[in-house]
Protein backbone atom coordinates (compact mmCIF):
# COMPACT_ATOMS: atom_id res chain seq x y z
CA UNK A 1 0.00 0.00 0.00
CA UNK A 2 2.11 3.25 -0.90
CA UNK A 3 0.82 5.53 1.47
CA UNK A 4 2.72 8.62 -0.70
CA UNK A 5 2.42 8.52 -4.57
CA UNK A 6 4.42 10.63 -7.12
CA UNK A 7 2.47 9.60 -9.96
CA UNK A 8 5.03 11.24 -12.94
CA UNK A 9 8.52 9.26 -12.81
CA UNK A 10 9.63 12.01 -14.97
CA UNK A 11 9.26 15.77 -15.94
CA UNK A 12 11.42 17.78 -18.59
CA UNK A 13 11.11 21.86 -18.88
CA UNK A 14 12.48 24.00 -20.53
CA UNK A 15 14.92 26.40 -18.75
CA UNK A 16 13.27 29.62 -17.41
CA UNK A 17 9.94 27.88 -17.02
CA UNK A 18 8.10 26.74 -13.66
CA UNK A 19 8.51 23.36 -12.86
CA UNK A 20 5.29 21.38 -11.10
CA UNK A 21 6.21 18.14 -9.46
CA UNK A 22 3.11 16.32 -7.85
CA UNK A 23 2.28 14.26 -4.71
CA UNK A 24 -0.36 12.54 -3.44
CA UNK A 25 -1.05 10.83 -0.26
CA UNK A 26 -3.71 8.69 1.60
CA UNK A 27 -3.12 8.89 5.03
CA UNK A 28 -4.84 11.87 6.73
CA UNK A 29 -3.01 11.62 9.86
CA UNK A 30 0.27 12.85 8.10
CA UNK A 31 0.77 16.49 9.10
CA UNK A 32 4.16 17.08 8.06
CA UNK A 33 5.49 17.17 4.71
CA UNK A 34 8.75 17.37 2.89
CA UNK A 35 10.55 17.88 -0.42
CA UNK A 36 14.13 16.37 -1.26
CA UNK A 37 16.23 16.97 -4.48
CA UNK A 38 18.72 13.81 -5.27
CA UNK A 39 21.37 13.40 -7.73
CA UNK A 40 22.87 9.83 -8.76
CA UNK A 41 24.84 8.23 -5.98
CA UNK A 42 24.30 10.54 -3.30
CA UNK A 43 22.09 11.16 -0.46
CA UNK A 44 18.83 13.22 -0.79
CA UNK A 45 19.33 16.61 0.50
CA UNK A 46 16.05 18.92 1.96
CA UNK A 47 14.12 21.43 -0.20
CA UNK A 48 11.51 22.51 1.53
CA UNK A 49 9.25 21.63 3.89
CA UNK A 50 5.12 22.77 4.79
CA UNK A 51 2.84 21.71 8.31
CA UNK A 52 -0.51 20.72 7.76
CA UNK A 53 -1.47 24.31 9.27
CA UNK A 54 0.07 25.90 6.24
CA UNK A 55 -1.38 26.03 2.56
CA UNK A 56 1.96 27.36 1.44
CA UNK A 57 5.62 27.97 2.15
CA UNK A 58 8.15 29.71 0.18
CA UNK A 59 11.77 29.53 -0.30
CA UNK A 60 13.64 31.35 -2.90
CA UNK A 61 12.65 30.14 -5.99
CA UNK A 62 11.06 27.14 -4.39
CA UNK A 63 7.56 27.44 -3.24
CA UNK A 64 5.05 24.13 -1.77
CA UNK A 65 1.52 24.02 -1.82
CA UNK A 66 -1.10 21.65 0.16
CA UNK A 67 -4.07 21.12 -0.26
CA UNK A 68 -5.17 19.14 2.58
CA UNK A 69 -8.47 18.18 1.68
CA UNK A 70 -7.35 16.72 -1.95
CA UNK A 71 -4.43 14.95 -0.03
CA UNK A 72 -2.09 16.71 -2.48
CA UNK A 73 0.60 18.77 -2.56
CA UNK A 74 3.37 20.05 -5.07
CA UNK A 75 6.52 21.78 -5.22
CA UNK A 76 6.80 24.89 -7.96
CA UNK A 77 10.33 25.84 -9.08
CA UNK A 78 10.30 29.08 -10.52
CA UNK A 79 12.40 29.29 -12.79
CA UNK A 80 13.41 26.46 -13.56
CA UNK A 81 17.56 26.29 -14.22
CA UNK A 82 19.68 23.48 -15.44
CA UNK A 83 20.88 22.82 -12.11
CA UNK A 84 17.44 21.56 -10.84
CA UNK A 85 18.25 18.37 -12.88
CA UNK A 86 17.90 15.91 -10.07
CA UNK A 87 14.94 13.38 -8.70
CA UNK A 88 12.63 14.83 -6.56
CA UNK A 89 10.96 13.27 -3.74
CA UNK A 90 8.29 14.02 -1.46
CA UNK A 91 7.77 12.30 1.98
CA UNK A 92 4.88 12.52 4.55
CA UNK A 93 5.09 11.94 8.39
CA UNK A 94 3.14 11.81 11.13
CA UNK A 95 5.13 13.87 13.88
CA UNK A 96 2.88 12.51 16.84
CA UNK A 97 4.74 9.47 16.60
CA UNK A 98 8.49 8.73 15.86
CA UNK A 99 8.78 10.62 12.76
CA UNK A 100 9.20 8.34 10.34
CA UNK A 101 8.91 9.41 6.85
CA UNK A 102 7.61 7.63 4.15
CA UNK A 103 8.89 8.48 0.15
CA UNK A 104 7.31 8.68 -2.53
CA UNK A 105 8.60 7.14 -5.37
CA UNK A 106 10.24 10.09 -7.17
CA UNK A 107 10.12 12.36 -10.07
CA UNK A 108 13.11 12.93 -12.11
CA UNK A 109 13.34 16.13 -14.07
CA UNK A 110 14.93 17.60 -16.85
CA UNK A 111 15.55 21.16 -17.09
CA UNK A 112 16.38 21.75 -21.08
CA UNK A 113 18.80 24.64 -21.46
CA UNK B 1 28.74 21.13 13.76
CA UNK B 2 26.39 18.19 12.91
CA UNK B 3 27.93 15.97 10.25
CA UNK B 4 26.52 12.04 9.43
CA UNK B 5 29.12 9.83 8.03
CA UNK B 6 28.31 6.45 5.77
CA UNK B 7 30.20 3.74 4.45
CA UNK B 8 31.49 2.17 2.28
CA UNK B 9 30.39 4.11 -0.56
CA UNK B 10 30.02 1.09 -3.07
CA UNK B 11 30.45 -2.67 -2.08
CA UNK B 12 30.17 -5.67 -4.52
CA UNK B 13 29.29 -9.07 -2.38
CA UNK B 14 28.53 -12.30 -3.58
CA UNK B 15 25.26 -14.06 -2.76
CA UNK B 16 25.59 -15.95 0.94
CA UNK B 17 28.45 -13.31 2.11
CA UNK B 18 27.52 -11.22 5.46
CA UNK B 19 27.63 -7.56 5.38
CA UNK B 20 28.11 -4.59 7.61
CA UNK B 21 27.32 -0.68 7.18
CA UNK B 22 28.03 1.47 9.59
CA UNK B 23 26.73 4.54 9.45
CA UNK B 24 28.09 7.93 12.62
CA UNK B 25 26.69 10.79 13.49
CA UNK B 26 28.95 13.77 15.09
CA UNK B 27 28.12 17.10 16.85
CA UNK B 28 24.73 15.90 18.55
CA UNK B 29 23.60 13.83 21.29
CA UNK B 30 19.94 11.28 21.36
CA UNK B 31 19.17 11.55 17.71
CA UNK B 32 16.65 9.25 15.87
CA UNK B 33 18.31 7.23 13.50
CA UNK B 34 16.91 5.51 10.57
CA UNK B 35 17.67 3.14 7.65
CA UNK B 36 16.33 3.30 4.24
CA UNK B 37 16.88 1.27 0.64
CA UNK B 38 16.27 2.93 -3.15
CA UNK B 39 16.03 -0.32 -5.14
CA UNK B 40 15.87 0.02 -8.72
CA UNK B 41 13.21 2.26 -10.34
CA UNK B 42 11.68 2.45 -6.50
CA UNK B 43 11.58 5.15 -4.10
CA UNK B 44 13.47 5.14 -1.03
CA UNK B 45 11.69 2.56 1.55
CA UNK B 46 12.29 3.05 5.41
CA UNK B 47 14.30 -0.41 6.57
CA UNK B 48 14.84 0.96 10.44
CA UNK B 49 14.53 3.19 12.91
CA UNK B 50 16.10 3.60 16.25
CA UNK B 51 15.15 6.33 18.89
CA UNK B 52 17.71 5.48 21.16
CA UNK B 53 20.85 2.90 22.16
CA UNK B 54 19.67 -0.54 21.91
CA UNK B 55 16.22 0.20 20.31
CA UNK B 56 15.40 -0.74 16.75
CA UNK B 57 12.45 -0.82 15.26
CA UNK B 58 11.89 -2.78 11.91
CA UNK B 59 9.66 -1.62 9.11
CA UNK B 60 9.61 -4.43 6.41
CA UNK B 61 10.70 -7.97 7.14
CA UNK B 62 13.58 -9.21 5.32
CA UNK B 63 17.19 -10.64 5.32
CA UNK B 64 18.59 -7.87 7.00
CA UNK B 65 19.03 -6.41 10.82
CA UNK B 66 20.22 -3.27 12.55
CA UNK B 67 21.97 -2.81 15.98
CA UNK B 68 22.66 0.71 17.46
CA UNK B 69 25.81 -0.33 19.91
CA UNK B 70 26.59 3.55 20.51
CA UNK B 71 24.17 6.38 20.95
CA UNK B 72 25.37 8.21 17.63
CA UNK B 73 26.74 4.80 15.80
CA UNK B 74 23.97 2.65 13.46
CA UNK B 75 24.52 -0.77 11.86
CA UNK B 76 23.06 -2.58 8.92
CA UNK B 77 23.75 -6.13 8.55
CA UNK B 78 23.38 -9.53 7.27
CA UNK B 79 23.96 -13.10 7.98
CA UNK B 80 23.80 -13.97 4.30
CA UNK B 81 23.34 -11.94 1.58
CA UNK B 82 20.63 -12.31 -1.08
CA UNK B 83 20.70 -10.78 -5.11
CA UNK B 84 17.31 -8.88 -3.64
CA UNK B 85 19.12 -7.33 -0.99
CA UNK B 86 21.32 -4.83 -3.59
CA UNK B 87 20.33 -1.14 -3.91
CA UNK B 88 21.20 2.22 -2.71
CA UNK B 89 21.20 2.32 1.15
CA UNK B 90 20.95 5.60 3.33
CA UNK B 91 21.37 6.54 7.00
CA UNK B 92 19.45 9.51 8.38
CA UNK B 93 19.26 11.36 11.76
CA UNK B 94 16.84 13.63 12.95
CA UNK B 95 17.83 16.04 15.68
CA UNK B 96 15.58 16.21 18.45
CA UNK B 97 13.18 19.40 17.84
CA UNK B 98 13.51 19.56 14.36
CA UNK B 99 11.17 17.80 12.16
CA UNK B 100 13.34 17.01 8.65
CA UNK B 101 15.63 14.04 8.01
CA UNK B 102 19.61 14.67 6.96
CA UNK B 103 20.82 11.72 4.92
CA UNK B 104 24.35 10.32 4.20
CA UNK B 105 26.01 9.95 1.10
CA UNK B 106 24.34 6.64 0.95
CA UNK B 107 26.36 2.86 -0.11
CA UNK B 108 25.40 1.10 -3.06
CA UNK B 109 25.41 -2.52 -2.87
CA UNK B 110 25.64 -5.13 -5.45
CA UNK B 111 24.80 -8.59 -5.09
CA UNK B 112 26.32 -10.70 -7.22
Known amino acids: DQQVKQNSPSLSVQEGRISILNCDYTNSMFDYFLWYKKYPAEGPTFLIS?????DKNEDGRFTVFLNKSAKHLSLHIVPSQPGDSAVYFC????????????FGTGTRLKVLA | SQTIHQWPATLVQPVGSPLSLECTVE??????LYWYRQAAGRGLQLLFY??????ISSEVPQNLSASRPQDRQFILSSKKLLLSDSGFYLC???????????FGSGTRLTVV
Open chain 1, 50 to 54: ISSIK
Open chain 2, 92 to 102: AWRPRGNYGYT
Open chain 1, 91 to 102: AASDTSGTYKYI
Open chain 2, 50 to 55: SVGIGQ
Open chain 2, 27 to 32: GTSNPN
